[in-house]
């Protein structure tokens, strides 16, 4: 596609619920990233892929966040049992060599 | 390890001069500067790769001190369209991304 996507754009979930949110990047981005941003707060690194080697996963917060690329290509990031302070907005971006990163739109999550 | 960055909040009128900076307590590889305004996802400003010069367009341009592990971008002129908030994102080594808090720039008119 022309950019990244990320879906949902907004996801409502009670307390104690799983979610799954969705990135979709660039073609041909090999690198993608996971970043978090809690109202008025800055990018908050969780996760960074890389071709196929082993993702670095030095920034998620608890076990109960996970997150998969499949082929290379989307990105899935998971949130077990979610907490009120999970609330945020979850933002990807791809990245092609030494170059940008294109951010998604992003999905704000909010957890009742 | 996250770059610091300075001022946090700085509130300008049309055609002011503003200066953000970003540093490091490591060696760094790259600086990249983005801009988000409110509701949207950042944008990417420009990129200053360790051994590069000063880059810039227009009235916004930025600077990286390898010694000091530093970055400062500046806003010369400001304009209604500058104001969001700025982050810097260092590399310590390729792809190891990292984002200060961000500083937050209003520009009145």
């Known amino acids: 596609g022309a950019g990244v996507s990320q879906s949902p754009s907004n996801k409502v979930t009670e307390k104690g619920k799983d979610v799954e949110l969705r990135c979709d990047p660039i073609s041909g981005h090999t690198a993608l990233y996971w970043y978090r941003q809690s109202l008025g707060q800055g990018l908050e690194f969780l996760i960074y892929?890389?071709?196929?080697?082993?993702?670095?996963k030095s920034g998620l917060p608890s076990d109960r966040f996970s997150a998969e690329r499949t082929g290379g290509s989307v990105s899935t990031l998971t949130i077990q049992r979610t907490q009120q302070e999970d609330s945020a907005v979850y933002l990807c971006?791809?990245?092609?060599?030494?170059?940008?990163?294109?951010f998604g739109p992003g999905t704000r999550l909010t957890v009742l | 390890q996250q770059p610091v960055q300075s001022p946090q909040a700085v509130i300008l009128r049309e055609g002011e001069d503003a200066v953000i900076n970003c540093s490091s307590s490591k060696a760094l590889y790259s600086v990249h500067w983005y801009r988000q305004k409110h509701g949207e996802a950042p944008v990417f400003l420009m990129i200053l790769l360790k051994g590069g010069e000063q880059k810039g367009h227009e009235k916004i341009s930025a600077s990286f001190n390898e010694k000091k592990q530093q970055s400062s971008l500046y806003l010369t002129a400001s304009q209604l369209s500058y104001s969001g908030t700025y982050f810097c994102?260092?590399?310590?080594?390729?792809?190891?991304?990292?984002f200060g808090a961000g500083t937050r720039l209003t520009v009145k008119p």
């Open positions: 994102g260092t590399e310590w080594f390729r792809d190891d991304m990292r």
């Open positions: 892929f890389q071709g196929n080697s082993a993702p670095d």
């Open positions: 971006a791809g990245r092609a060599g030494l170059r940008t990163q294109y």
